[in-house]
């Protein structure tokens, strides 16, 4: 499916530069999809994925922490993924790995399945990011070939760039290095 024709839902709140991103991950994840074989379903459920994981990547901050439910200790830009999650459950959205993998995709998960580690790599490998383009373009072009090296390669760049930043460091981040390192 080509990105012109991305439809958003109508309770969507995203600026156009973020939808960009969203284009930009979705399209990653069809490229891999297809380069993958995935048989039709799934491959619609990777696109999905993309298309929705950012849906309420804008909205203010009471809209999130109400959808998020009793999440103290999560900052505000990491609530739209369990936001979203709901959201389209309250939609009836019943496909759990894809609700998994939006629930989960800003802190990560050991549960994960290939959906949800798809979409996590994705949103960090798309074209669109401006720091080791070389590096992130070449994990792209493995991930569908080396598909658990490239993932491990990018939960600890992820885990990496928390530490420098001298960001918190989340446990199910640290449970899912555990169980691939
Ligand atoms: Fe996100
Ligand atoms: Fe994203």
Known sequence: MSSATLAMPAWARVSERRLEHIMRVT???????????LPPEEAQAWHDAGRYHD????APETELRRLAGDLPEYTTEMLHGPAAAERLQQDGET????LDAIRYHTVGSARWGRLGRALYMADYLEPGRKFSRADRAYLASQAPHDFDATFRQVVRARLEWSLREGMRLYPEAVVLWNSVR
């Open 95 to 98: 496909r759990i790995e894809l």
């Open 27 to 37: 399209e990653l994840l069809d490229e891999w999809a297809a380069a993958l074989r």
């Open 55 to 58: 849906a309420l990547r804008d």
